[in-house]
Structures are given as structure tokens and as C-alpha cells.
């Protein structure tokens, strides 16, 4: 069986912030401590698909990390109004 997963990585010292936005956005998952500087999460739902509300209750910098053991991962940066930058592995 194959791995898939699907997260996102908020630049911030502070996981409340990632609270808010999970809140904010109406959405349920869980959050990571923060570490070296991001709060790790993951929102309930489909982990490759992007969640829209996410992206308009963004604070600030948001990666979406997507990893698939056989074809590969890739990160996104997320920014509320312009389109992020994508890398594909």
C-alpha cells in the first residue's frame, strides 16, 4: 500500500495563529508545535486538494506540502490573491 498525505506549514512562532486560521476558515484538523519557525497541519478533508477558505484566511507565508510514495511530492506557496510558487520532486 502506498503513502499519501497532505499538509500545510505556516511561517510563525506562534500555533495560535495557525488556530485562528483553521478557525477562522471553518475548517477541523490538527496542529503540530511549532518548530524552527513554521506550525505544521493538516485540515480534514481531501489531502491534495487545496481548501480555498485556507488561502483567504492566510496571516502571512503558507506552504501545502503533498507527498505520494510513488509518484513523487511537491510544495506550493500559498498567498491570498496571487498564485504561489510551485515545486514539483
Known amino acids: 500500500m502506498s503513502e499519501f498525505s497532505g499538509s500545510y506549514h ?3 512562532n506562534d500555533r495560535e495563529a495557525a488556530v485562528s ?5 471553518e475548517n477541523h484538523g490538527f496542529i503540530f508545535p511549532e518548530g524552527n519557525g513554521w506550525v505544521s497541519f493538516v485540515v480534514t478533508g481531501p489531502p ?3 481548501n480555498d477558505e485556507v488561502i ?5 507565508i503558507l506552504l501545502h ?4 510514495e510513488d509518484q513523487g511530492g511537491g510544495a506550493q506557496n500559498l498567498e491570498q490573491g496571487r498564485a504561489g510558487v510551485r515545486l514539483s520532486m
Do not use: E, K, V
Open 10 to 12: 505556516l511561517r510563525t
Open 21 to 25: 486560521l483553521l478557525q477562522n476558515s
Open 48 to 50: 491534495f486538494d487545496i
Open 56 to 60: 483567504n484566511w492566510n496571516p502571512g
Open 65 to 68: 506540502y503533498i507527498y505520494a
